[in-house]
């Protein structure tokens, strides 16, 4: 079975600009959760859904926003980009809420 | 507070030594799972083990051992016989179930296995 899926791999954009980033779950799970990496840190969780709905939030601007679609992946875009988010952002899916969460190869932002 | 704490930046052994990464965490819940993920140089961190708090038994699986104590707060991992391909980053995670399930991280322990 295939694993969870990210895209696009990297990524370079100019601040102030707007980016999508895109996520599909492994088959059957329902959850997805999106993390932020910066080098030499653990990642810091930004949002979770579950069945479509937002089920947490974490301590993210709002220009951070995300959205889960009906065959379960997601979307997370951050407008107005700062040097600051030049991260790796991770995507996470579990079968539920609360389960072990299974992490994709992640999306590599650069914001110049 | 919920919170991990992996005190262990960096750790360098050879190849065949054994090493234990540290992992002490705090939570106010009665039931916890904790988690060990591994993250190799390609980014992807990968899924190792979740434990539940009311099984303080010993995990092993083949090189893998993870020990667990509550009265210390600590889920700590062993790499028995290291090898080269055990050089990642190693997380210990904590969800918090009251959030989503979020997953809080240590900051992470950078492990060189040298040949």
């Known amino acids: 079975d295939a694993g969870v899926t990210q895209s696009p791999t990297h990524l370079i954009k100019t601040r102030g600009q707007q980016v999508t980033l895109r996520c599909s779950p492994i088959?059957?799970?329902?959850?997805v959760s999106w993390y932020q990496q910066v080098l030499g840190q653990g990642p810091q969780f930004i949002f979770q859904?579950?069945?479509?709905?937002?089920?947490g939030r974490g301590n993210f601007p709002d220009r951070f926003s995300a959205r889960q679609f009906p065959n379960y992946s997601s979307e997370l875009n951050v407008n107005a980009l700062l040097l600051g988010d030049s991260a790796l952002y991770l995507c996470?899916?579990?079968?539920?809420?609360?389960?072990?969460?299974?992490f994709g190869p992640g999306t590599r932002l650069t914001v110049t | 507070a919920q919170k991990v704490t992996q005190a262990q930046t960096e750790i360098s052994v050879v190849e065949k030594e054994d090493v234990t990464l540290d992992c002490v965490y705090e939570?106010?819940?009665?039931?916890?799972?904790l988690f060990w993920y591994k993250q190799p140089p390609s980014g992807e961190l990968v899924f190792l083990i979740r434990r539940n708090s009311f099984d303080e038994q010993n995990e092993i699986s083949g090189r893998y051992s993870w020990n667990f104590q509550k009265s210390t707060s600590s889920f700590n991992f062993t790499i028995t016989a290291s090898q080269v391909v055990d050089s990642a980053v190693y997380f210990c995670a904590l969800p918090i179930y009251n959030q989503g399930g979020k997953l809080i991280f240590g900051q992470g322990t950078e492990l060189s296995v040298k040949p």
């Open positions: 996470a899916s579990s079968l539920d809420v609360g389960d072990e969460q299974y």
């Open positions: 088959s059957g799970h329902k959850s």
């Open positions: 939570t106010r819940d009665t039931t916890y799972y």
């Open positions: 859904y579950y069945e479509k709905e937002e089920r």
